[in-house]
């Protein structure tokens, strides 16, 4: 017998084994039964970013809620945090991802769905979509007119404060520009911090330029420059440079080195009296270990500039999402179950469930239970509602090469160590390097 | 300064206090600036190296909380509890992530050092033409940056079908014999070889320098002695070399250790990281609580201090070994 085995001929004897190892492994998924699009029973995959531990267990209820409702599917969750997650996407959903995961809307959405990584969700969508306003909805299509995402929580950016500091110092809330600077003459003079600001890992200032553009220039050139077909030359751009250096006097001292953390804690400890950010900065309120200081954290929408854009009412209002994935090795035998899966996240209660335990996301679907919001996310409900247009925040609008540490963070951290400069040279920068970032 | 070390007997004292024959007497030493000088210069500098770990281990002992109310330079005032450490073992499941490390380190050191020996034994205990340029070969690897190699790294590993034969379950761990995907991409065995293929050039290096301190009469008397190849490798040579396999096992021991790079880019799921690119678990979307991730930090730094206390010796061994030729 000539047993003079290649070694090509081993690979194929091991392929084939573990082919049959494998076949044999999936016979036992038999109890599926599938209806329409969805399928019950089986078993599926989801890769989640959520590592914060509420966020954790949030995922974790929902997933268990969605596995008794769903005839016991088994759904195994792979946890990356959320760094890491965003920095591997590309090679992750090129790689063996799972059969969904959680991302975000806006360009980082639309990128991968036109790269071909992410499967449309249109029948899905079709089923869930009476549940959701008009803002979501434009929020989940691809550049090709698909759905390839279903919304289930977001968070606004908004000017925080406290409100005892505010009525300690009769301070009312400003809402127009210059009732906002004679504000900040106030509080300098009353020997606050008028407004913080952290940018030491570059993507806290952004916010501010997202508002201060679009409360001067507006939603459709906000948008259109974030995406390249306006250059960042515009007079129009050194406008919301010239408007924002009126404020910067006003910031914190040593900005580009505290983290957002820090910021969050001159607000908390009285020593400054404004902080344009997400309303995550709750979080860390709430680390504090003091529930009284952080029923005295409220927020204002930023200020009206005098523009025919104020009645837009736009705001940053991230939205965070679940899509399907293109390249799963299981997702052919799953889609039925992932399907169900996507109808069963978009539900108002299945959303609140995860909302109960991750207080800082709230639910997007219409019919979600909002008598349990305390009055902060109250108020967030009522001020995104009434937001004529939504933005996704800068680094979630724009190409992440642009929007990143050797982009636009470090151009604005320039702007902000001499906000007084003629910025032309800086605009000049900034296009040069959009042009020079090679095509998506 | 030179009058100082004139070697005659009434100076002796005061240059080596523990001459014999003084022993009896006070020990004087005379203080002199360009000593104070040093010390100092020397104080400074361990003070400077030392306080970012007593920094980390200070942090590491305060509950958040007290660092948000009063910021991180301050004393505390809530006092200082072990609170951080016991979270971070039951949150972050730094025991899992422990034995996720070893899995990868174990099999890697032993692979390493089996066939970098193997190399380094053929290489100097035989005569062949391409000695030099295999050694050549081995070093130069040792030189290549990884993150080069990384994206048609990436695409071998996800072309790369590798068997799958079941899988040890132990408990909540299930170690799949060798893929559970079928692929090299997202398993320990991927990782595990990468590390063997990135250690075996320095380890070849190292092992073949020592093993050229061998007499090459010892290999042909074995092989007089009937002896194969195989088994002058085994028997013969390697017990020879037992405390330059020491020294490698506890330098390889830590550079996998310390990996962080290849987890990170080779793995895709969370629960089969090993404990250094485990601890950005303790990272959320926007919040983190350093104090918690100085805990994590510290507990993952103890097994390689520990390595480092137990077999200090080889530590030491292992930096001058094969620096001189035989």
């Known amino acids: ?440 | 300064m030179t009058q100082n070390y004139q070697f005659l007997p009434s100076t002796m004292p005061a240059i080596f206090p523990g001459v014999a024959g003084n022993a009896g007497k006070p020990k004087r030493r005379r203080i002199r600036p360009a000593r104070v000088a040093l010390h100092m210069f020397l104080g400074a500098m361990v003070a400077l190296w030392l306080f970012p770990l007593f920094w980390a281990i200070y942090s590491s002992l305060r509950p958040y909380s007290d660092t948000v109310l009063h910021g991180s330079i301050s004393w505390p005032s809530g006092g200082l509890s072990f609170i951080n450490y016991q979270t971070v073992w039951t949150q972050a499941d730094i025991p899992y992530y422990y034995v996720n490390t070893l899995v990868i380190v174990i099999p890697g050191v032993i692979l390493t050092l089996l066939l970098a020996s193997m190399v380094a034994f053929c290489c100097t205990q035989f005569s062949w033409k391409f000695n030099l340029i295999v050694l050549m070969l081995f070093t130069a690897g040792n030189l290549l940056p990884p993150q080069v190699i990384i994206r048609p790294l990436y695409w071998v590993y996800l072309n790369t079908p590798i068997a799958n034969l079941g899988s040890i379950d132990v408990s909540k761990f299930s170690f799949a014999l060798f893929s559970d995907n079928n692929l090299l991409y997202d398993q320990y065995i991927g990782i595990i070889l990468i590390h063997v293929v990135f250690q075996t050039g320095f380890a070849t290096f190292v092992l073949s320098n020592y093993m050229k301190t061998i007499t090459k009469e010892i290999t042909e008397s074995a092989l007089v002695d009937g002896a194969n190849v195989l088994r002058i490798w085994w028997s013969v040579i390697l017990p020879l070399c037992r405390p330059a396999l020491a020294a490698m096992a506890t330098l390889l021991f830590t550079f996998m250790y310390n990996d962080f790079f290849w987890a990170l880019v080779l793995l895709k799921s969370g629960d089969k990281r090993p404990i250094t690119s485990a601890l950005n678990n303790l990272q959320g979307e926007f919040f983190v609580n350093n104090n918690l991730v100085a805990a994590g930090a510290l507990l993952a730094c103890i097994p390689p201090i520990l390595i480092f206390i137990l077999l200090q010796k080889h530590f030491v061994a292992g930096l001058t070994l094969g620096s001189t030729k035989g």
């Not at chain 1, 505290?258 to 020593?271: E, S, Y």
């Not at chain 1, 009284?292 to 009206?304: G, I, K, R, T, V």
């Not at chain 1, 679940?322 to 996507?342: H, I, N, V």
């Not at chain 1, 642009?402 to 160590?417: D, E, R, T, V, W």
């Open chain 1, 1 to 440: 017998m000539n047993l003079d085995l290649s070694r090509r001929d081993v690979l194929k004897i091991a392929g084939y084994g573990s082919l049959a190892a494998f076949i044999a492994a999936c016979g036992g998924n038999t109890n599926t039964t599938t209806s329409g699009i969805t399928a019950k029973g089986g078993s599926m995959s989801l890769g989640s970013y959520n590592t914060d531990p509420g966020n954790k267990k949030g995922t974790q209820a929902l997933v268990d809620a969605f596995s008794s409702a769903n005839g016991g599917t088994k759904v195994k969750i792979n946890t990356v945090d959320h760094g890491t997650f965003q920095n591997q996407i590309s090679s992750y959903l090129q790689g063996t991802p799972e059969d969904a995961f959680t991302w975000f809307s806006g360009h980082r959405m639309r990128f991968f769905a036109s790269k071909g990584l992410a499967t449309p969700i249109d029948d899905v969508w079709d089923a869930v979509k009476s549940n959701y306003t008009e803002g979501f909805a434009a929020s989940v299509k691809g550049d090709d007119g698909h759905v390839y995402a279903v919304p289930t929580d977001y968070y606004p950016w908004a000017v925080f404060y406290r409100k005892d500091v505010f009525a300690a110092h009769g301070y009312t809330v400003p809402t127009n520009w210059d009732a906002f600077k004679a504000l900040c003459v106030q509080m300098k003079k009353d020997g606050l911090i008028p407004i913080a600001m952290a940018d030491k890992d570059g993507w806290p200032a952004q916010g501010t330029f997202d508002i201060i553009n679009l409360r001067l220039n507006g939603y459709d050139f906000h948008t259109e420059l974030l995406t390249g077909k306006q250059p960042w030359t515009d007079p129009r751009v050194t406008a919301v440079y010239k408007k924002w250096s009126e404020i910067t006097q006003y910031y914190s001292p040593a900005l580009s080195g505290l983290t957002w953390q820090q910021g969050a804690d001159q607000l908390l400890r009285k020593q400054a009296g404004m902080y344009l950010l997400g309303l995550f900065v709750s979080d860390e309120f709430k680390a504090s270990g003091s529930p009284a200081d952080l029923d005295q954290l409220d927020f204002f929408p930023f200020p009206d500039l005098g523009t025919q854009y104020d009645a837009e009412k736009a705001l940053d209002a991230p939205i965070d999402v679940y899509m399907l994935t293109k390249k799963s090795p299981t997702l052919s035998a799953d889609l039925g179950q992932a399907k169900a899966f996507m109808e069963f996240v978009s539900k108002g209660s299945t959303q609140v469930l995860y909302w109960q335990n991750a207080p800082g996301s709230i639910p997007t679907a219409s019919d979600a239970d909002k008598s349990q919001y305390p009055a902060l996310t109250a108020k967030a409900v009522q001020i995104v509602s009434s937001a004529k247009r939504i933005t996704q925040y800068f680094d979630r609008d724009s190409r992440p090469d642009f929007s990143g540490p050797n982009g636009m963070q470090g151009f604005l951290l320039k702007f902000l160590a001499n906000p007084s400069q003629d910025t032309t040279s800086l605009q000049g920068e900034m296009k040069a390097f959009w042009d020079s970032l090679p095509p998506e």
